[in-house]
């Protein structure tokens, strides 16, 4: 069992900056892949960014590329989404995820995922 927490979200003013955290319990956390997602009122949950087990390679979404940065510490049993130049458009309930790495995975993907945390909601403003 592994249980998700994620904090950090809030209202910023495009432009500017937050970085959401993620604490986890009850499995050891440097065995799982993680994963960031958004979803938006009346959206399909999406895909933002993926760190592996190892934190040796991230994965991430053309939307975001070169504004949100994944990291993860294992020693803190945390992971961290790092977003700067926030749009309007990242406006969204994020979610982080946990999933066992597999030789198959696919970071993207919802279904990669067991465990979800509850979201945290960021509001970006004009």
């Known amino acids: 069992q592994v249980q998700l927490v994620e904090s950090g979200g809030g209202l910023v003013q495009a432009g500017g900056s937050l970085r959401l955290s993620c604490a986890a319990s009850g499995r050891t956390f440097s065995s799982y892949n993680m994963g960031w997602f958004r979803q938006a009122p009346g959206k399909e949950r999406e895909f933002v960014v993926a760190i592996t087990w190892s934190g040796g390679t991230t994965y991430d979404t053309d939307s975001v590329k070169g504004r949100f940065t994944i990291s993860r510490d294992n020693a803190k049993s945390t992971v961290y989404l790092q977003m700067n130049s926030l749009k309007p458009e990242d406006t969204a309930v994020y979610y982080c995820?946990?999933?066992?790495?597999?030789?198959?995975?696919?970071?993207?993907?919802?279904?990669?995922?067991?465990?979800w945390g509850q979201g945290t909601q960021v509001t970006v403003s004009s």
């Open positions: 995820a946990a999933g066992l790495p597999k030789p198959s995975s696919r970071y993207y993907r919802v279904d990669e995922y067991a465990y």
